[in-house]
């Protein structure tokens, strides 16, 4: 017989509505909300207002994983929509954009500090 699992003890689970989780400010219409994660990774959820232009070159080492959950990102002149995943290699850099808006969800290694 298949045996379902599921966490009993409370301490085993986080579970949160990621609109609830306070956002961070990184520039002009982009704001990031840090989400719990595995050790060694930052689990991220970013939200794009339309127009709006991610402030810096986003540098990658060790890579990115990205996955457009609403809207439409823009990289470079292409155009990501919803339900596109995205791997951004080691050694990448990209500056997304929106035109449209869009919100991101990301996985990526934890610099060290």
């Known amino acids: ?3 379902i699992l599921s966490p009993s003890i409370p301490d085993m689970l986080d579970a949160m509505r990621v609109d609830d989780v ?4 990184v520039g002009p219409g982009c704001l990031r909300r840090d989400l719990p994660g595995p050790g060694g990774l930052r689990v991220w959820m970013v939200d794009m207002a339309p127009g709006s232009v991610w402030p810096v070159i986003d540098e990658h080492d060790t890579g990115e994983a990205v996955y457009v959950v609403a809207g439409e990102a823009i990289e470079g002149d292409q155009r990501f929509g919803a339900g ?4 951004f290699k080691p050694g990448s850099r990209h500056r997304p954009r929106t035109e449209k808006g869009a919100r991101l969800f990301g996985i990526n290694p934890r610099r060290e500090e």
């Open 84 to 87: 596109t995943y995205l791997y």
């Open 22 to 25: 306070d956002p961070a400010i």
């Open 1 to 3: 017989m298949n045996e």
